[in-house]
């Protein structure tokens, strides 16, 4: 697996690193991972799961980070997405909810309102969400790190890739530890 100029994974590289995790998992019998992919795959027979493995594993980390496919996730990684374009709901959980977010439908419209009021400016399928503090810290992140900043806290078209990249892996890293919390529990 090659890695970065800095040595730390790229977002893609740690997807796949997650995704050869559950693979083995299945391999190993795992009964807990093969739930995971069940949760996906309603009526995905045993030999069928253990015919394709690394590509249900691959398609079951992509669908728990909030991505419908690789091509998906390489385009909001890689800063190929265009706004309007369907993000996914990687930079959103569920338990963020309970917050009042400001909502808008395009770009120059969340753009203003981060300008106005501060705060994240985060993708969230085919809008845009701008979210503060708490928000963020329950998506796993600390609200304070550098690379916010960095990237301009606009998480569509950010200013600096690498920072990006690094807030990325972080929130990746979330979705693993939930991961594994939920299959030890």
């Given at each position: 697996?090659?890695?970065?100029?800095?040595?730390?994974?790229?977002?893609?590289?740690?997807?796949?690193?997650?995704?050869?995790?559950?693979?083995?998992?299945?391999?190993?019998?795992?009964?807990?991972?093969?739930?995971?992919?069940?949760?996906?795959?309603?009526?995905?027979?045993?030999?069928?799961?253990?015919?394709?493995?690394?590509?249900?594993?691959?398609?079951?980390?992509?669908?728990?980070?909030?991505?419908?496919?690789?091509?998906?996730?390489?385009?909001?990684?890689?800063?190929?997405?265009?706004?309007?374009?369907?993000?996914?709901?990687?930079?959103?959980?569920?338990?963020?909810?309970?917050?009042?977010?400001?909502?808008?439908?395009?770009?120059?419209?969340?753009?203003v309102a981060l300008a106005k009021d501060g705060g994240y400016l985060l993708p969230y399928k085919e809008q845009f969400v701008?979210?503060?503090?708490?928000?963020?810290?329950?998506?796993?992140?600390?609200?304070?790190?550098?690379?916010?900043?960095?990237?301009?806290?606009?998480?569509?078209?950010?200013?600096?890739?690498?920072?990006?990249?690094?807030?990325?892996?972080?929130r990746l890293e979330k979705f693993r530890r939930d991961s594994l919390e939920h299959e030890q529990g």
């Amino acid at each position: 697996m090659t890695q970065g100029n800095s040595g730390e994974l790229s977002p893609i590289e740690k997807l796949d690193e997650m995704s050869e995790s559950l693979s083995q998992a299945i391999r190993q019998g795992d009964e807990s991972a093969v739930k995971r992919v069940r949760k996906f795959f309603d009526n995905l027979t045993d030999s069928d799961l253990a015919a394709k493995t690394d590509e249900y594993a691959a398609a079951t980390v992509m669908r728990e980070c909030g991505l419908r496919d690789r091509e998906m996730a390489v385009a909001l990684f890689e800063g190929r997405l265009q706004p309007g374009d369907d993000a996914g709901t990687f930079w959103h959980d569920g338990y963020t909810d309970i917050f009042l977010n400001n909502w808008c439908v395009q770009y120059e419209q969340a753009r203003v309102a981060l300008a106005k009021d501060g705060g994240y400016l985060l993708p969230y399928k085919e809008q845009f969400v701008v979210v503060q503090r708490g928000f963020i810290k329950l998506l796993g992140l600390d609200a304070n790190d550098p690379a916010w900043e960095s990237i301009g806290y606009d998480a569509v078209r950010p200013r600096d890739s690498a920072a990006y990249r690094r807030l990325a892996v972080a929130r990746l890293e979330k979705f693993r530890r939930d991961s594994l919390e939920h299959e030890q529990g």
